[in-house]
């Protein structure tokens, strides 16, 4: 594997999402004053949905590259918008969850048990 990246499930296909270099320039861009790079994937309110959404499509342009360069097929790469109007609630819970796993294994770090670390935000999501 030249780069590590997460899979998620958009419209039923799978998306890689990679969070490279130059996935964390592009998002960077994206900050507001004061801001750091994972409140972008909070996606708290409209507004912050959207930039989320800006994202994944981000993460997901970079992973089907590494994917690619992995020798699989290249997987989707959905627009921002595109996730804006169609992503469902349940696929909200997986998309943030692996956008969080993408970063952490961006930065080369692994996790070793998916119970040890809980979003409380997404546990309460997943309850519903």
Partial sequence: MLCRYTKANFKGKTMHLAYTVNAMFLIT????????????????????????????????ACGAQAAEADGLPRTMVPEAEELCACMQPAEYVDIRRETMRAVLLGYGQEIANEEEEIDEGLAELEKK
């Fill in 29 to 60: 861009d994206m900050l507001e004053d004061g801001e750091e790079i994972m409140d972008i994937f909070e996606g708290k309110g409209k507004e912050g949905f959207r930039r989320l959404c800006s994202a994944v499509s981000i993460l997901a």
